[in-house]
């Protein structure tokens, strides 16, 4: 189909959304929460497909933030459903997605670019980048899950840092406290990104599936006997099959 704020190429088994809306810093508003969404979906059917990657047009900006104009003359109970809506449409979808996404974030990443970056389940970054959550400037919080996903990453206090003051962190520090994976030069980035993903892409796609909903509820309490439960599963899969017989046949499997 067709988007007009981001844009979809696929590259044998990976597929990278770049969100496209230079002239605002890619900021996010509601038709590219749309769009990202409906992209996601389209690419979870896809069989090609194995790894997702989402990244920013040009070099200055992942995604600057949301799109504050839309919601400016907002009351509660229209917030509320901004808030719960982009959660539901979007950045939970992320996280729970049955192919991995990797956040290449090249440049700012601010606000609602942060909470995006932090629900793909795996994120590198360019030397250029800035991250940080400015809400409580505009006397607001974080809406679309920082304040839930960010301690899980870097811990309370650090986290409890970013939100109250509102600074920007450079990504070589995003990296230092478990915010980012990798930092690289922004002409590298993408580079990187793809290597990365075709590594991924050459695993079991049904068992990286079960690995990303069990590591999701690893700060629950479901959580180890859900990997009982996956691990047991994969056993009756054509993927462990082929798996064990290539190393015992001490080839490549071909998932």
Do not use: W
């Amino acid at each position: 189909m067709g988007y007009q704020n981001i844009l979809l190429e696929k590259e044998d088994k990976i597929s990278i959304i770049t969100i496209n809306r230079p002239e605002s810093l890619n900021a996010l508003n509601a038709k590219t929460i749309q769009e990202i969404s409906l992209a996601l979906d389209e690419l979870n059917s896809d069989t090609e497909c194995r790894v997702i990657i989402i990244t920013g047009s040009g070099e200055k900006s992942f995604v600057a933030g949301a799109d504050i104009k839309e919601f400016s003359d907002f009351g509660q109970e229209k917030a509320e459903e901004l808030a719960r809506n982009g959660q539901n449409t979007l950045f939970n979808k992320i996280e729970n997605m049955y192919k991995p996404v990797i956040a290449a974030v090249n440049g700012f990443a601010l606000g609602g670019g942060l909470e995006l970056a932090m629900a793909c389940h795996i994120r590198y970054a360019s030397e250029n980048a800035k991250l940080g959550l400015p809400e409580v400037t505009l006397g607001l919080i974080p809406g679309y899950g920082g304040t839930q996903r960010l301690p899980k990453l870097i811990g309370k206090g650090l986290a409890n840092e970013m939100i109250f003051s509102a600074k920007m962190i450079p990504a070589q520090r995003a990296k230092e406290i478990g915010l980012v994976n990798e930092v690289y030069p922004i002409t590298e980035l993408l580079t990187k990104t793809k290597e990365l993903a075709k590594s991924i892409a050459s695993n079991s796609p049904m068992a990286i599936s079960k690995a990303i909903h069990a590591v999701n509820l690893s700060d629950t309490d479901k959580g180890f006997e859900t990997e009982i439960q996956y691990f047991g599963e994969l056993f009756e899969l054509d993927d462990k099959k082929e798996g064990v017989a290539a190393f015992m046949e001490k080839r490549k499997p071909n998932f």
